[in-house]
């Protein structure tokens, strides 16, 4: 079979049997791939050359296949098995949830999670990988790991600990049957070569992966073989970016809409003439931002996750030239504190008193008697919300940051998530 019949007869599995992974494969890029010595041998055209002897994937959407590897090394059931892991490797943003951990160890624990998700739903995949039993079992040669119910984060830190005692198993990462692309390399690269790589963002990735769920609940029945997969990426184990990478989106969106809003905040004399507004630029100074973070002080948020806290607003208030006004709330708001641009605040050395309950809705009271509206608020909370219905501020973006300790179960409802694990 030729590689093009193969993944039209792999998007036929797919749309009959899997309709989530249809989606996602149909919005994806696949790039064939022969190595330099396959092409001198082979010739032919149509394909990337890069030494790549079986797949690879980076974060932009593309998947990167082996013509042989595909075509000759492994069966057409392992075929549907490795695009349906490089697609979760995409939709789970785990090239971009990577931060400043050890590639290596990062590997294996996404393959540990992905693998296992996909082996409880009976998909085949090449012998000799990172494969865990589906009980969730996985045997290093000096130690073994269960990986049932974890996330990657969960995964890499305990192998991360394991190393520090001297098991290291970074070297199992060979045993993988892809490559990861961290640096986006090998998309210039194809691109050089002129093939036409996908640049999707992680927005992007987000809407592909809400479309592709709407798409497989229309179609239920047919959509169930690979439960445990489709839940794995729309959120049961809540797989997210890096807090602070998130974070760092919404700050940066607010400060380009403001910059934007202030430096086209007239319309052009051109305007009148052709019967449509066009934006003219000013010459006015950016106003500085202020934005809010509002902090849990029930006595449930633990003193190490509000110290990473303080730190991260203090980098971005820097890096951004914003303030942030600092609000610090249990059953209300008791106190309110300014970091201006440069990072200073008062001093907080000694904790934030609170313990006198949890109401979230405080914040919004606050700025009700404040008459006056924020355009971005981010929580750092525990998630242990206990009004039924909280309130919070209209028209207001917000994002929940939860304790490594808490829950996002309440709070998603609401709004953006996302775990403070590191």
């Known amino acids: 079979m030729s590689f093009q019949d193969l993944l039209g007869s792999a998007l036929i599995t797919f749309s009959k049997r899997y309709p989530f992974f249809n989606e996602l494969m149909m919005r994806m890029r696949i790039i064939p791939v022969k ?60 090239l971009r949830r990577i931060g400043n951990r050890q590639p290596k160890l990062w590997n294996i624990a996404t393959d540990l999670a992905i693998n296992h998700t996909l082996v409880k ?58 490559q990861h692309d961290y640096e986006g390399e090998l ?38 073989d690979l439960g445990n997969s489709m839940r794995h990426i729309t959120g049961d184990q809540k797989a997210k970016l890096d807090w602070r990478a998130i974070l760092r989106r919404y700050v940066t969106f607010e400060m380009n809409r403001t910059k934007r809003a202030t430096l086209y905040d007239r319309p052009a004399r051109v305007s009148h003439s052709i019967g449509t507004y066009v934006p003219m630029k ?19 948020v633990p003193q190490e996750d509000l110290s990473k ?20 709330w249990d059953a209300s708001v008791e106190d309110v504190k300014r970091m201006d641009s440069r990072g200073n605040i008062e001093d907080i050395s000694g904790g934030v008193a609170g313990g006198g309950g949890t109401n979230i809705s405080s914040v919004k009271l606050y700025y009700d008697k404040q008459q006056t509206k924020p355009k971005f608020i981010v929580y750092l909370t525990d998630g242990e919300i206990y009004e039924d219905r909280p309130e919070f501020v209209q028209g207001a973006k917000k994002l929940f940051i939860i304790t ?13 998530t996302v775990k403070m694990i590191d």
């Open 35 to 94: 190595t330099a010595e396959q092409a001198e041998k082979t010739g032919g055209s149509g394909y990337m050359i890069e030494e790549i002897p079986t797949m690879a994937v980076d974060a932009k959407g593309n998947i990167y296949i082996n013509i042989y590897f595909a075509t000759e090394s492994i069966s057409y059931k392992e075929v549907i098995g490795v695009l349906c892991h490089e697609m979760m490797h995409i939709s789970l943003h785990h």
């Open 121 to 178: 739903d009976g998909i085949s995949l090449p012998a000799g990988g990172l494969i865990p039993s589906v009980n969730g079992d996985f045997d290093f040669d000096d130690y073994s790991i269960n990986v049932e119910g974890k996330s990657s984060e969960e995964i890499y830190k305990e192998l991360q600990d394991e190393a520090a005692k001297g098991n290291d198993v970074s070297d199992e990462a060979e045993k993988g049957f892809d």
């Open 187 to 224: 998309s210039n690269e194809a691109q050089e070569q002129g093939m036409r790589p996908g640049r999707m963002s992680e927005d992007d990735v987000q809407k592909v992966v809400q479309d592709a769920a709407s798409e497989a609940q229309k179609r239920s029945k047919a959509g169930s």
């Open 282 to 300: 000013t010459d006015k100074p950016i106003p500085t931002v202020t934005l809010v973070a509002a902090i849990d002080t029930s006595g449930s």
């Open 309 to 328: 806290f303080h730190a991260e607003l203090t980098q971005l208030a820097r890096t951004f030239k914003t303030e942030f006004d600092i609000l610090y």
């Open 404 to 416: 490594s300790s808490g829950t996002e179960d309440i709070l998603n409802q609401y709004g953006e």
